[in-house]
């Protein structure tokens, strides 16, 4: 289990847990909770706040459940956390990500809730990731007793914003990982104190039936009805309950949070601070914040109907972080709040940089060309898809993947400069190869030449015009795109430069085009990056500082083994083979309320060799241990992705145990035709 930040532990001694209780479905099927409720609710009910994920409450997320939970309830809520159908200890089978039937099986968990005797009748939703995505999911479906959510590092766009691709490239670095993640959770077996002797029954049958997930993923390459089914973009007029959202500039799900700002009608606010994938009360990198007793205003305010103050304050806060030296981990992360009364901001003023001779302009120069053949190990400071701020994984100093790319460098600013939004990059280029794409880095070069990272984007060539009906490209005609980068917020100093760097290749985030590509740059008026510049506004000044970090205490637990984790490179001169391996110790924990030990390690290496794109190669290696006394089982997982000019070969392979001996073991191999990627 990773370690948890530092808090202020408020005590609530008022408070019963129900450890678990059956919400028995019109189907029959049983979906397991647990119930944090405060005091005598049952004599003077309360509203009640709903986390429903698929991450086992029993083990694997109890620790941050009782920080968050307990701290509800013991300021007036029923606070639930349920296992999705097929997860934990629930029954049924989970056959993917966000299906109609999790949704309609929301609908069925809150009417439960609302008709309890502890419940006052109101149900607040919320999350993170998954709990953040269904929350936005459900709320578009107006359940009755729904009355607000609050959604946390989510997206409205499942295609263009989550883990499978990206600008209508395959995300190689993070498909497989999440992938892979999926099919060990799903392998993880109930627990026998709980559902009985038909346990090994239930995780056989999980074993058995539940496809890897990855199957269906890159089944779909563009954004056709699976992907549009639960992206909530598809008619945000369908929400109709107040929404916080919320986000972290190192978090890879931010640019959910302005577009939810700038479409939804229903009352709603959005927070963006410099966080990784975390809650804000144990964000990282620092500051953390009180996001519980934000929470709480929020919940107060649209629960119970007491005026907070929330809703008079602005729409929107953000971090504005400055440049320091990039690392791949980082605690801290200088900065300060600012504010925006919505989305768009009220005030920008749109600067515009030339691309011109290796340098961003502020007049367009004689047009020229520019070209560079892709190098397939490009990429390798990149950092990972999504950091969770433990370990390594933020991006490092870029200058090895500037050099590989075509870059461009502004003269070094005369004054601070802020901006805070998307940044974009028009380009007119040609590529020598029917399939190529396109990556684009925006970042900050400090006086001794580190380079940071502060925005990217991708876009596949053939998805120029929309992702739902590629185009293809006839090699050496010149296009006109435009790459939306992601949205970010940034206080560049002066003496340092902007730095704007084009590449046809970004591996492993970007799975390659099946041929080298070479790539050609028209320069001058036609190649521009346009920065989407925000003057200090009034609304910074009258912010009201964030509480300091809260929570319940966490559960007591023994830590058998701490977590760790490294990220490596190894590089063959002779072969030009480039292999990077991503390796996490979540450590090895035992919670003392239940005796359950915990603990699981993961490895992810891909590999490519330079010339040959076609030897791109992605292997996700999973362990879980799940334990309690003389119960003890084991699931191992491998996934492999390699590709040739034609197809996707995919093979998964799982096997589990109990004690030393293999109880299980099943493979899946599939191969998927390559469309426009």
């Known amino acids: 289990m990773k370690k948890l930040p530092q808090l202020k532990i408020v005590e609530n001694p008022d408070v019963t847990c129900i450890e678990n209780t059956w919400i028995r479905l019109q189907d029959g099927t049983r979906l397991a909770a647990r119930i944090w409720l405060p005091t005598g609710a049952d004599q003077k009910p309360v509203p009640a706040i709903l986390e429903y994920l698929p991450y086992r409450k029993n083990d694997a997320t109890a620790m941050r459940d009782e920080i968050m939970h307990r701290y509800f309830a013991g300021h007036g809520y029923a606070s639930v956390r349920v296992d999705l159908r097929g997860s934990g200890d629930s029954d049924g089978l989970l056959l993917d990500?966000?299906?109609?039937?999790?949704?309609?099986?929301?609908?069925?968990?809150?009417?439960?809730?609302a008709a309890q005797p502890w419940c006052s009748?109101?149900?607040?939703?919320?999350?993170?990731?998954?709990?953040?995505?269904?929350?936005?999911?459900?709320?578009?479906?107006r359940p009755p007793a729904l009355k607000a959510i609050i959604t946390v590092c989510s997206t409205d766009d499942r295609y263009t914003d989550d883990c499978h691709y990206m600008g209508g490239c395959v995300l190689g670095s993070d498909m497989p990982n999440w992938a892979s993640t999926m099919f060990a959770y799903n392998a993880r077996p109930p627990d026998p104190e709980l559902v009985g002797e038909r346990w090994r029954e239930m995780w056989f049958d999980r074993m058995e039936r539940i496809p890897p997930f990855i199957e269906s993923w890159m089944s779909h390459p563009q954004r056709d009805e699976f992907w549009k089914q639960g992206s909530v973009d598809e008619d945000y007029s369908a929400i109709d309950c107040p929404v916080y959202a919320v986000g972290g500039w190192v978090d890879p799900y931010t640019n959910t949070v302005p577009r939810l700002l700038a479409?939804?009608?229903a009352p709603h606010k959005g927070l963006i601070g410099p966080w990784a994938h975390t809650y804000p009360h144990l964000g990282v990198p620092r500051p953390a914040i009180g996001f519980l007793q934000e929470s709480l205003r929020w919940w107060?305010?649209?629960l119970k109907g007491i005026d907070t103050g929330i809703m008079d304050e602005p729409?929107?806060?953000?971090?504005?972080?400055?440049g320091v030296p990039p690392e791949p981990l980082e605690t801290e992360w200088p900065g300060r709040w600012v504010a925006e009364p919505g989305w768009p901001p009220a005030q920008t003023n749109p600067q515009t940089y030339f691309l011109s001779d290796s340098r961003l302009t502020a007049a367009p120069k004689p047009a020229g060309e520019m070209t560079l053949l892709g190098a397939q190990t490009a990429g390798t400071t990149a950092g990972v898809w999504c950091p969770y701020g433990i370990g390594t994984g933020m991006p490092v100093d870029q200058r090895a993947d500037d050099a590989l790319s075509l870059s461009f460098t502004s003269a070094p600013v005369a004054e601070p400069v802020e901006i805070l939004g998307f940044p974009?990059?028009?380009?007119?280029?040609?590529?020598?190869?029917?399939?190529?794409?396109?990556?684009?880095?925006?970042?900050?070069?400090?006086q001794d030449g580190a380079s940071r990272l502060v925005s990217w984007g991708l876009l596949n060539l053939t998805h120029r015009d929309g992702h739902e009906h590629p185009q293809p490209l006839e090699p050496g005609k010149p296009y006109e795109i435009t790459v939306q980068l992601n949205v970010a917020a940034?206080?560049?100093?002066?003496?340092?430069?902007?730095?704007?760097?084009?590449?046809?290749?970004?591996?492993p985030h970007a799975w390659p085009s099946p041929e080298p590509v070479r790539l050609t740059l028209m320069t001058g008026s036609d190649c521009r990056l346009i920065l989407p510049v925000r003057p200090p506004g009034a609304l910074d000044a009258a912010l009201k500082p964030f509480g300091e970090a809260e929570g319940a205490a966490p559960l007591p637990f023994e830590s058998l083994r701490p977590d760790s984790s490294t990220r490596t490179f190894d590089y063959d001169l002779t072969s030009g083979r480039l292999q990077m391996v991503d390796w996490t110790d979540e450590g090895r924990s035992r919670i003392l309320a239940n005796g359950i030990t915990y603990d699981s390690t993961s490895t992810n290496t891909f590999s490519i060799v330079e010339r040959q794109p076609l030897s791109a190669r992605a292997q996700c290696d999973r362990r879980i241990e799940i334990s309690r006394g003389a119960w003890q089982t084991r699931v191992e997982t491998s996934s492999v992705i390699t590709a040739d000019a034609e197809f996707f070969y995919l093979t998964d392979v799982l096997d589990a145990y109990e004690g030393a001996v293999r109880v299980f073991s099943k493979s899946w191999t599939r191969q998927i035709r390559r469309e426009g990627v």
């Open 315 to 322: 729409a929107l806060r953000v971090w504005m972080p400055e």
């Open 97 to 113: 990500e966000y299906l109609p039937q999790e949704q309609l099986d929301a609908l069925e968990v809150i009417s439960w809730i």
């Open 490 to 507: 940034h206080r560049i100093t002066p003496g340092r430069r902007w730095r704007l760097s084009i590449s046809p290749t970004y591996w």
């Open 121 to 141: 009748g109101g149900v607040g939703m919320m999350g993170i990731s998954w709990g953040g995505f269904n929350s936005l999911q459900v709320a578009a479906r």
């Open 300 to 302: 107060d305010r649209w």
């Open 263 to 265: 479409n939804l009608k």
């Open 424 to 446: 974009q990059v028009q380009l007119k280029l040609a590529v020598d190869r029917p399939l190529a794409l396109v990556a684009v880095r925006l970042c900050e070069v400090a």
